[in-house]
C-alpha cells in the first residue's frame, strides 16, 4: 500500500475499477445500480418497519435505538432487515453484489447480515471505527469481507452521510478482540471524506475502512440498506448473529434502562483457534500485535 494515503472516494464504472478502489481506498462508489423510484418504494416499506418497531415499545434485539437531539431515543435500524420489510430482500440479495463481493474478495461468499439505517432527522450518529471490530466471531481476515451500502435516497452532508477515510485501511487502529470505537486523533479530521450517494448508487467498505456517521441535523432521512458478505458457506449467518445478539442486548440494556440479557464478552478472539499454524486464525491480528501500531497521532511521531 502507498505511504500516501488516498485523499478521494473513486467511483467506478468496472469491475477492474471495483477491485482497484477496494484494494487502494478500502472504499468505492459505483453510481445507479438500482432504480431510484424501487429504491423509494423499498425504503417506505422499511420506514414503515421502523414506525411499526417503534409502535411496539420492544426492546428486541433487532431493533437498535439511538438517541435522538430533541431527547430521548429513537429505533434507528432494523437488523436484520429482511425479518421486517420482505421488499428489501431483492436488493439485498441482488446477484450482481453477490458476484462483486466473490471479485473482490477472491473467493465464493455468502451473506452473513443485513441491517436498515434510516437516520431520521435529529437522530444521533456512529463514532469512528473499523467494522472488523464487531466482527471477531468470525475469525476471517479483514478482507475476506465486504459491506455494501445502497442508498435508498440522497446521502448529504447535512443528513448525516457516511464519512471514511480512503487509504487508511492498512492497519487495524484498535485493541485486537476488542468491541471499540476509534479513539480520536488517531486519524485526523482532513482524512474523512462524505460519501455522497444518491438513490440507487451502492458503496464498498474495506473492513479496515475507518468511518463514522454524523447526526442528521437536515429536514429528511437518509435511508440505507447494507448488506455484507463474507468468504465462505451459509452458516457465516449463524455465526455472526449469535455473537451480535448479545452485544445488541447490551446496548439496548443500557439505552432503554431494561434487562434484556447476558452483555457480550469484552473479546471475543478466545472464540478462534490460536496458534501461526491454525488456518482459521486471523493472522493479521497476530502480526498487529507485534508489528503494526496505529499510524502517529498528528503532533506526535
Given at each position: 500500500?502507498s505511504?500516501?494515503p488516498?485523499?478521494?472516494?473513486?467511483?467506478?464504472?468496472?469491475?477492474?475499477?471495483?477491485?482497484?478502489?477496494?484494494?487502494?481506498?478500502g472504499v468505492v462508489?459505483?453510481?445507479?445500480?438500482?432504480?431510484a423510484?424501487?429504491?423509494?418504494?423499498?425504503?417506505?416499506?422499511c420506514?414503515?418497519?421502523?414506525?411499526?418497531a417503534?409502535?411496539?415499545d420492544?426492546a428486541?434485539?433487532r431493533?437498535?435505538?439511538?438517541?435522538a437531539?430533541?431527547?430521548?431515543?429513537?429505533?434507528?435500524?432494523?437488523d436484520?432487515i429482511?425479518?421486517?420489510?420482505?421488499?428489501?430482500?431483492p436488493?439485498?440479495?441482488?446477484?450482481?453484489?453477490v458476484a462483486l463481493?466473490?471479485?473482490?474478495?477472491?473467493?465464493?461468499?455468502?451473506?452473513?447480515?443485513?441491517?436498515?439505517?434510516?437516520?431520521?432527522?435529529g437522530?444521533?450518529?456512529?463514532?469512528?471505527?473499523?467494522?472488523?471490530?464487531?466482527?471477531w466471531?468470525l475469525?476471517?481476515?479483514?478482507?475476506?469481507?465486504?459491506?455494501?451500502q445502497?442508498?435508498?435516497?440522497p446521502?448529504?452532508a447535512?443528513?448525516?452521510?457516511v464519512?471514511?477515510?480512503?487509504?487508511?485501511?492498512?492497519?487495524?487502529?484498535?485493541?485486537?478482540?476488542?468491541?471499540?470505537?476509534?479513539?480520536?486523533?488517531v486519524?485526523?479530521?482532513?482524512?474523512?471524506?462524505?460519501?455522497?450517494?444518491?438513490?440507487?448508487?451502492?458503496?464498498?467498505?474495506?473492513?479496515?475502512?475507518?468511518?463514522?456517521?454524523?447526526?442528521?441535523?437536515?429536514?429528511?432521512?437518509?435511508?440505507?440498506?447494507?448488506?455484507?458478505?463474507?468468504q465462505?458457506?451459509?452458516?457465516?449467518?449463524?455465526?455472526?448473529?449469535?455473537?451480535?445478539?448479545?452485544?445488541?442486548?447490551s446496548?439496548?440494556?443500557?439505552?432503554?434502562?431494561?434487562?434484556?440479557?447476558?452483555?457480550?464478552?469484552?473479546?471475543?478472539?478466545?472464540d478462534?483457534?490460536?496458534?501461526?499454524?491454525?488456518?482459521?486464525?486471523?493472522?493479521w491480528?497476530?502480526?498487529?500485535?507485534?508489528?503494526?501500531?496505529?499510524?502517529p497521532?498528528?503532533?506526535?511521531?
Open positions: 500500500m505511504g500516501s488516498a485523499t478521494e472516494v473513486p467511483v467506478a464504472t468496472s469491475d477492474a475499477e471495483v477491485v482497484a478502489g477496494w484494494r487502494d481506498a462508489i459505483l453510481r445507479s445500480v438500482f432504480d423510484q424501487r429504491c423509494a418504494a423499498v425504503a417506505q416499506a420506514e414503515a418497519a421502523v414506525d411499526a417503534a409502535a411496539t420492544s428486541d434485539w431493533f437498535r435505538y439511538k438517541r437531539s430533541y431527547g430521548g431515543v429513537v429505533v434507528d435500524r432494523l436484520p429482511r425479518d421486517f420489510a420482505p421488499q428489501a430482500v436488493l439485498l440479495d441482488d446477484g450482481r453484489l463481493a466473490s471479485l473482490v474478495v477472491g473467493a465464493p461468499v455468502s451473506m452473513y447480515k443485513d441491517k436498515y439505517i434510516s437516520k431520521r432527522p437522530t444521533g450518529g456512529y463514532g469512528l471505527h473499523q467494522d472488523i471490530a464487531y466482527t466471531q475469525c476471517l481476515e479483514p478482507d475476506q469481507l465486504v459491506q455494501f445502497i442508498a435508498l435516497g446521502h448529504r447535512d443528513n448525516g452521510a464519512e471514511v477515510a480512503p487509504g487508511w485501511h492498512d492497519r487495524l487502529l484498535s485493541a485486537p478482540g476488542a468491541e471499540e470505537s476509534i479513539e480520536p486523533g486519524v485526523p479530521e482532513e482524512a474523512l471524506q462524505p460519501l455522497l450517494l444518491d438513490a440507487g448508487d451502492v458503496a464498498l467498505l474495506h473492513y479496515l475502512a475507518p468511518h463514522r456517521s454524523p447526526a442528521n441535523t437536515g429536514d429528511r432521512a437518509r435511508p440505507l440498506l447494507a448488506p455484507s458478505f463474507a465462505g458457506g451459509p452458516d457465516v449467518w449463524d455465526r455472526y448473529y449469535a455473537g451480535y445478539q448479545r452485544r445488541a442486548e446496548e439496548t440494556a443500557d439505552l432503554l434502562g431494561r434487562s434484556v440479557g447476558g452483555g457480550v464478552p469484552q473479546s471475543q478472539l478466545g478462534c483457534p490460536d496458534g501461526p499454524d491454525t488456518p482459521a486464525t486471523p493472522r491480528v497476530h502480526a498487529r500485535r507485534t508489528a503494526l501500531t496505529p499510524r497521532r498528528p503532533g506526535h511521531r
